[in-house]
């Protein structure tokens, strides 16, 4: 039964849409049919908006003074009375957006902003318009900076040209051991950037950025921890293609084995991506780069599977999108990191370093160096900017790497 006729046929409906806020309603549930709400959704969604109205009239209250606090008021009285499901206080915040939208109720005031997070607007627009940085990399000083901003300068811009080289210091020393080696190099990077943008803006007039302690990595240290072909191929094998969820999984995950995706470059690939004359897709790599890349027959095959039995009804062009309403496209690749954190606990496969979508290009790497592929071909189709980053999938083509040793002086052993 689709929403046109479940309408027609709905009591519920009808009694609202000939009531005092019938107008409402109708504009209402057509923004619930635009989010693709199956009927039971309908009908729940239904079910709360009488609920509240029959709230609100019998405490002689007007729908035109329904905000958040209402909102939580009302739903704290219906758990008294019946269980309160996942989606009722989003079906409930949908009527909020829709008065506002319609100017039945003023908008919500913009809450304050705190005192770091003023100061992290200024540098982020430091960051993107003098340094070029894209967003996402800004996004990743955020919690560096906000955690330095409460530790030294609790007082906000006041405390910013108070900041002296060994609150720098004793801060990286308290902090650098939090995480992992990686973690406290990239605290250092933002910290220094900070620093810099301070002398820049004149906040500091002390060049306090060469007094941030340098962390020592050695680079190409450690192994790539990778999948074997037979690991991977269990991966893709245990993931359930008799449901449609595990049909949009089943593509991600082998996308990211035969392609060597990055997480973030499936969660922003669209429908206008793929041309499917030539076989070829185009990924938005990192670093700004776009790449058209072709596309294998049984990626291929997994995607348009998907898309004709399995895609919801979307305006959103992003190829892959939820399966639970709203029917969006993913936020970031945090989801494509747990779709494959789900297939590689599914397959049994635990012990690695690494337990996300990454494994997989790195899988790919060594499949193809063994294969005998050269380092400057991976480097090409990982869309690598520096060969240093390729460099270290030598490391585990053991057998290459005998054929280097220079013989023992004292014979065999």
Same mark, same amino acid.
């Given at each position: 039964?689709?929403?046109?006729?479940?309408?027609?046929?709905?009591?519920?409906?009808?009694?609202?849409?000939? &009531?005092?806020? #019938?107008?409402?309603?109708?504009?209402?549930?057509?923004?619930?049919?635009?989010? &693709?709400?199956?009927?039971?959704?309908?009908?729940?969604?239904?079910?709360?908006?009488?609920?509240?109205?029959?709230?609100?009239? %019998?405490?002689?209250?007007?729908?035109? #003074?329904?905000?958040? !606090?209402?909102?939580?008021?009302?739903?704290?009285?219906?758990?008294?009375?019946?269980?309160?499901?996942?989606?009722?206080?989003?079906?409930?915040? !949908? *009527?909020?957006?829709?008065?506002?939208?319609? @100017?039945?109720?003023?908008?919500? +005031?913009?809450?304050? $902003?705190?005192?770091?997070?003023?100061?992290?607007?200024?540098?982020?627009?430091?960051?993107?318009?003098?340094?070029?940085?894209? +967003?996402?990399?800004?996004?990743?000083?955020? +919690?560096?900076?906000? !955690?330095?901003? %409460?530790?030294?300068?609790?007082? &906000?811009?006041?405390?910013? #040209?108070?900041?002296?080289?060994?609150?720098?210091?004793?801060?990286?020393?308290?902090?650098?051991?939090?995480?992992?080696?990686?973690?406290?190099?990239?605290?250092?990077?933002?910290?220094?950037?900070?620093?810099?943008?301070?002398?820049?803006?004149?906040?500091?007039?002390?060049?306090?950025?060469?007094?941030?302690?340098?962390?020592?990595?050695?680079?190409?240290? @450690?192994?790539?921890?990778?999948?074997?072909?037979?690991?991977?191929?269990?991966?893709?094998?245990?993931?359930?293609?008799?449901?449609?969820? &595990?049909?949009?999984?089943?593509? $991600?995950? *082998?996308?990211?084995?035969?392609?060597? *995706?990055?997480?973030?470059?499936?969660? /922003?690939?669209?429908?206008?991506?793929?041309?499917? !004359?030539?076989?070829?897709?185009?990924?938005?790599?990192? #670093?700004?780069?776009?790449?058209?890349?072709?596309?294998?027959?049984?990626?291929?095959?997994?995607?348009? =599977?998907?898309?004709? @039995?399995?895609?919801?009804?979307?305006?959103? %062009?992003?190829?892959?999108?939820? =399966?639970?309403?709203?029917?969006?496209?993913?936020?970031?690749?945090?989801?494509?990191?747990?779709?494959?954190?789900?297939?590689?606990?599914?397959?049994?496969?635990?012990?690695?370093?690494?337990?996300?979508?990454? $494994?997989?290009?790195?899988?790919?790497?060594?499949?193809?160096?063994?294969?005998?592929?050269?380092?400057?071909?991976?480097?090409?189709?990982?869309?690598?900017?520096?060969?240093? /980053? /390729?460099?270290?999938?030598?490391?585990?083509?053991?057998?290459?790497? %005998? /054929? *280097?040793?220079?013989?023992? +002086?004292?014979?065999?052993?």
């Amino acid at each position: 039964m689709d929403a046109e006729e479940y309408l027609g046929k709905s009591r519920l409906f009808r009694r609202l849409k000939n &009531g005092p806020h #019938g107008q409402l309603i109708e504009l209402y549930i057509a923004r619930v049919v635009k989010d &693709g709400l199956a009927r039971q959704g309908m009908w729940r969604c239904l079910n709360l908006v009488s609920g509240l109205l029959s709230w609100l009239s %019998r405490r002689h209250r007007e729908l035109n #003074g329904f905000d958040e !606090r209402v909102l939580e008021q009302y739903l704290t009285y219906r758990a008294h009375k019946q269980s309160i499901q996942p989606g009722d206080r989003a079906a409930l915040k !949908r *009527l909020l957006s829709l008065l506002r939208d319609t @100017n039945v109720i003023p908008r919500a +005031p913009l809450p304050p $902003i705190p005192p770091e997070d003023q100061i992290f607007r200024k540098f982020a627009g430091y960051l993107r318009d003098e340094r070029g940085l894209a +967003p996402k990399s800004i996004l990743r000083h955020l +919690p560096v900076i906000r !955690r330095f901003l %409460r530790e030294v300068c609790p007082a &906000g811009a006041v405390d910013l #040209g108070k900041i002296r080289q060994d609150d720098v210091v004793r801060y990286v020393e308290r902090h650098v051991h939090d995480s992992s080696v990686a973690s406290g190099k990239a605290m250092c990077t933002a910290l220094r950037a900070f620093l810099r943008y301070l002398y820049y803006n004149g906040s500091n007039p002390l060049a306090l950025a060469e007094c941030v302690p340098s962390v020592r990595r050695w680079k190409l240290a @450690n192994l790539p921890t990778y999948l074997s072909a037979a690991q991977v191929q269990k991966v893709l094998d245990d993931c359930d293609r008799t449901t449609g969820l &595990g049909r949009r999984d089943y593509a $991600i995950v *082998l996308m990211l084995a035969r392609l060597g *995706l990055r997480a973030s470059e499936v969660a /922003t690939l669209t429908l206008d991506d793929i041309d499917w !004359r030539s076989g070829t897709m185009l990924v938005r790599a990192k #670093g700004r780069q776009q790449v058209r890349m072709p596309m294998p027959s049984d990626v291929g095959a997994a995607i348009v =599977t998907y898309l004709r @039995n399995d895609r919801p009804v979307s305006s959103c %062009r992003r190829l892959f999108i939820r =399966t639970l309403v709203p029917h969006v496209g993913f936020t970031s690749g945090c989801a494509i990191t747990m779709i494959a954190q789900m297939a590689l606990k599914r397959a049994g496969i635990s012990g690695c370093a690494h337990q996300g979508a990454h $494994i997989f290009r790195h899988s790919l790497a060594t499949e193809l160096l063994r294969s005998g592929a050269t380092l400057s071909q991976i480097g090409q189709l990982l869309r690598h900017e520096n060969h240093d /980053t /390729t460099r270290i999938y030598a490391k585990v083509d053991i057998a290459g790497l %005998r /054929t *280097l040793g220079l013989p023992w +002086p004292g014979g065999l052993q």
